[in-house]
């Protein structure tokens, strides 16, 4: 089982829908979850850190749950600029080591 | 302008020929760490360092070396490559090693293909 499992989709959506995307860790000691953005080809760039309150930016909205152990990012009102591949990346016990999912392709459609 | 540096962008070498992909950060960051991108695979961690002469293997890190004798630079060395290390590369930087407290900035990847 993998440490981070996403769903890779892709996930074909149109401009202006809501779209949400779960990931599954599989360490309980897991310490702190973030979400990343990486357009095609390019380097991850950090969207949003995950607290266990739940967290909003704007448009995105992060939540973790920690019983079940996953974490999901909703997106609402998608844009254009939306279309990108998100990553659930999550910290080891120790603070010292992330690990990434392989990432959810999104493509937000006109 | 703050950020990661990594050169070349892109590299074709054959099997056998050592070759090093550089890294550098302007931010003063203590931690940098290196990234292999495959698909399917996502980001795996090759080595790491929280400070300068402080190295620690990630989660693939055969087949790889790294060094860290100025704080600004981490690069990474293939002795001798391999057909399968053919893959996308990341060098990051991050303030401290403690993931929750600052976010990783990443350089804009090396591809490299071994023949």
């Known amino acids: 089982r993998k440490e981070v499992e996403q769903d890779p989709g892709p996930f074909n959506v149109p401009e202006g829908a809501t779209v949400a995307f779960n990931c599954t860790y599989s360490n309980s000691a897991s310490q702190s979850f973030f979400w990343y953005r990486q357009d095609c080809r390019k380097e991850p760039k950090l969207l949003m850190s995950?607290?266990?309150s739940g967290n909003e930016d704007g448009r995105f909205t992060a939540q973790l749950n920690r019983a079940s152990q996953y974490i999901s990012l909703l997106i609402r009102d998608s844009k254009l600029s939306d279309s990108a591949t998100y990553l659930c990346?999550?910290?080891?016990?120790?603070?010292?080591?992330?690990?990434f999912g392989s990432g959810t392709q999104l493509t937000v459609l006109p | 302008e703050a950020q990661v540096t990594q050169n070349p962008r892109y590299l074709i070498t054959v099997t056998g020929k050592k070759l090093t992909v550089t890294c550098s950060q302007n931010?003063?960051?203590?931690?940098m760490s290196w990234y292999r991108q495959d698909p399917g695979l996502g980001l795996r961690q090759i080595y790491y360092?929280?400070?300068?002469?402080?190295?620690d293997k990630g989660d693939v890190p055969e087949g790889y070396k790294v060094s860290r004798k100025e704080k600004r630079n981490f690069p990474l060395i293939l002795e001798s490559p391999s057909p399968n290390q053919t893959s996308l590369y990341f060098c990051?930087?991050?303030?401290?090693?403690?993931?929750?407290?600052?976010?990783?900035?990443f350089g804009n990847g090396t591809r490299l293909t071994v023949t």
């Open positions: 990051a930087s991050s303030l401290t090693d403690r993931m929750g407290d600052s976010p990783l900035h």
């Open positions: 931010m003063n960051h203590e931690y």
């Open positions: 990346v999550v910290n080891d016990r120790y603070g010292r080591q992330l690990t």
């Open positions: 995950v607290y266990s």
């Open positions: 360092s929280m400070n300068v002469e402080v190295t």
